[in-house]
């Protein structure tokens, strides 16, 4: 009976309820696969791609989808011959843990956050810098000039994109004078972070865009270039792994734009849906419009979206640390 007792009060602890449902994997894995469907539906209607818009057209065409969830589980891992063979295995599991490590310390709610810390927003920072060594690391481990290539570019971006992230999220802890995400959150009752600093929403969100190599940044992979850059070697469920930690990285960044941007779960009116519902659905819009630019925007080049990087989103950003002092000093 004590046994019993015990394993209910685990599963009734609302961390283990954040890490598991929401914010968690669950939810994670919910709005990535509806994202994946939602992204190809506008690139199909859009570009006028035949496939996703007209086969099980009755169903939404979301039998495709199974149909590559089913490739991808029952074609045969191979591993080359000339990769660091350890390494090369390691990295699909170990970037689909680290892109979604960074859900820990952001919330959905005021109850519902896995490690309840008053420098979450420091604690997200240093999380969410380990996921791009990976990738970088997955580019050399499989001993493939494209590989090679796509790692190179994601350590050149990262040295761009990284900078400008930060400095967003410094921007809005001058502004409300904590690295707390509630405390952040809370402090939107009147006014969101995107009417006070909408420069450094900008920032961040390109910066997301470039993170998560969304278009027009999809630079790293570029699979009309370099195959699929650092992943060109990986097939099957590795494959799928890699392909997966993208969306997954997409949905946390989403979630923490939503907390420090939207308001998180706040809304300038009443409605009688419990605070996570609100987080999420903010969350899953925010996706839609990074996914929705692969339909209308080209791929830059990697010189292009370096100069982009330094010339104008770093000044930017710089820019949106001075708007919030300025808004701290005079007391807003």
Same mark, same amino acid.
């Given at each position: 009976?004590?046994?019993?007792?015990?394993?209910?009060?685990?599963?009734?602890?609302?961390?283990?309820?954040?890490?598991?449902?929401?914010?968690?994997?669950?939810?994670?894995?919910?709005?990535?696969?509806?994202?994946?469907?939602?992204?190809?539906?506008?690139?199909?209607?859009?570009?006028?791609?035949?496939?996703? /818009?007209?086969?099980?057209?009755?169903?939404?065409? &979301? @039998?495709?989808?199974?149909? $590559?969830? +089913? =490739?991808?589980?029952? %074609?045969?891992?191979?591993?080359?011959?000339?990769?660091?063979?350890?390494?090369?295995?390691?990295?699909?599991?170990?970037?689909?843990?680290?892109?979604?490590?960074?859900?820990?310390?952001?919330?959905?709610?005021?109850?519902?956050?896995?490690?309840?810390?008053?420098?979450?927003?420091?604690?997200?920072?240093?999380?969410?810098?380990?996921?791009?060594?990976?990738?970088?690391?997955?580019?050399?481990?499989?001993?493939?000039?494209?590989?090679?290539?796509?790692?190179?570019?994601?350590?050149?971006?990262?040295?761009?994109?990284?900078?400008? /992230?930060?400095?967003?999220?410094?921007?809005?802890? &001058? @502004?409300?004078?904590?690295? $707390?995400? +509630? =405390?952040?959150?809370? %402090?939107?009752?009147?006014?969101?972070?995107?009417?006070?600093?909408?420069?450094?929403?900008?920032?961040?969100?390109?910066?997301?865009?470039?993170?998560?190599?969304?278009?027009?940044?999809?630079?790293?992979?570029?699979?009309?270039?370099?195959?699929?850059?650092?992943?060109?070697?990986?097939?099957?469920?590795?494959?799928?792994?890699?392909?997966?930690?993208?969306?997954?990285?997409?949905?946390?960044?989403?979630?923490?734009?939503?907390?420090?941007?939207?308001?998180?779960?706040?809304?300038?009116?009443?409605?009688?849906?419990?605070?996570?519902?609100?987080?999420?659905?903010?969350?899953?819009?925010?996706?839609?419009?990074?996914?929705?630019?692969?339909?209308?925007?080209?791929?830059?080049?990697?010189?292009?979206?370096?100069?982009?990087?330094?010339?104008?989103?770093?000044?930017?950003?710089?820019?949106?640390?001075?708007?919030?002092?300025?808004?701290?000093?005079?007391?807003?």
């Amino acid at each position: 009976m004590n046994i019993l007792s015990q394993i209910l009060e685990i599963i009734l602890n609302r961390s283990v309820i954040a890490a598991v449902i929401v914010p968690g994997v669950l939810t994670a894995l919910v709005l990535v696969i509806l994202i994946i469907w939602v992204e190809r539906k506008i690139a199909a209607r859009v570009q006028m791609r035949i496939g996703p /818009l007209y086969v099980t057209r009755r169903l939404g065409g &979301i @039998l495709q989808l199974v149909a $590559d969830a +089913i =490739r991808f589980l029952v %074609s045969e891992p191979i591993v080359p011959a000339t990769t660091d063979k350890l390494f090369y295995v390691m990295m699909p599991i170990l970037l689909l843990l680290l892109s979604l490590l960074p859900v820990a310390v952001v919330p959905a709610s005021q109850s519902l956050i896995v490690i309840k810390t008053e420098y979450g927003l420091l604690a997200f920072i240093a999380l969410a810098a380990i996921t791009p060594m990976v990738i970088m690391l997955a580019g050399w481990a499989s001993n493939n000039k494209f590989s090679y290539i796509g790692g190179l570019r994601e350590g050149f971006m990262l040295l761009s994109y990284e900078v400008y /992230l930060f400095m967003s999220l410094l921007a809005i802890a &001058i @502004l409300y004078g904590t690295l $707390d995400f +509630i =405390r952040i959150i809370n %402090s939107q009752e009147g006014f969101w972070g995107i009417l006070l600093n909408p420069i450094a929403a900008l920032s961040f969100f390109i910066a997301m865009l470039t993170s998560t190599s969304r278009f027009p940044f999809e630079i790293p992979d570029a699979e009309s270039e370099i195959v699929m850059g650092p992943f060109t070697e990986y097939n099957s469920i590795m494959y799928g792994l890699v392909m997966g930690a993208n969306y997954f990285r997409l949905y946390v960044l989403s979630l923490v734009f939503t907390d420090v941007f939207l308001g998180g779960w706040l809304l300038p009116f009443k409605i009688p849906i419990p605070n996570f519902v609100i987080t999420i659905a903010k969350t899953f819009i925010v996706m839609i419009v990074a996914v929705f630019l692969r339909a209308v925007y080209p791929r830059y080049r990697i010189d292009q979206a370096l100069v982009i990087g330094w010339e104008k989103l770093f000044p930017l950003a710089s820019l949106s640390v001075l708007i919030s002092v300025l808004l701290k000093g005079v007391g807003i």
